[in-house]
């Protein structure tokens, strides 16, 4: 077992986040979507990855933040499911960090909301936290709107 752990690291709406490189197919500049009617708000479309129709879920839409700026076009991490790859959107990608093990933390007990639900960790770096996203978590989608009790 490895006492070092690498993530490809993400920004999304100024907060740092990673995911293990394990569950990362590959990441790709902004690519041409074609919507999905009746989808669930999540899934922004469906992009073509060299002939593999893949979903791309905006993970903005899946943690309740703000809607993406005009003119900032997402950028994708590819990751592995039990299902296929899925597309995650995200506004910019950052580097591979390689963090120790022992370093890592449950998240804050405040961290609620979908965050709490999807973030299984964190890393404190220089001034700022990195926040460990739950990959399978991310791309199960709740039954239930935002502002629904779930059934």
Known sequence: ??????LCTFL?????FGVDVNHVHEVLLH??????????????GLINLRGKVVTALDLRR?????ERPAGLPPMNVV???ADGPVSLLVDEIGDILTAPAGAFERPPGTL?????ELVHGVYKL?????????????VT????GPNEEPH
Not at 1 to 6: L, T
Not at 62 to 66: C, D
Not at 112 to 116: H, I, L, R, S, Y
């Open 1 to 6: 077992m490895s006492d070092e752990v690498q």
């Open 12 to 16: 999304l709406a100024g907060h740092l």
């Open 31 to 44: 690519q041409p979507m074609a919507p999905v009617p009746l989808a669930h708000p999540v899934v922004r």
């Open 62 to 66: 899946r943690l309740e933040l703000p």
């Open 79 to 81: 990751v592995g499911t």
């Open 112 to 116: 609620g909301g979908p965050a709490g």
């Open 126 to 138: 220089d001034g700022r936290l990195l926040l460990v996203l739950d990959t399978t978590r991310a």
């Open 141 to 144: 989608l709740p039954t239930h």
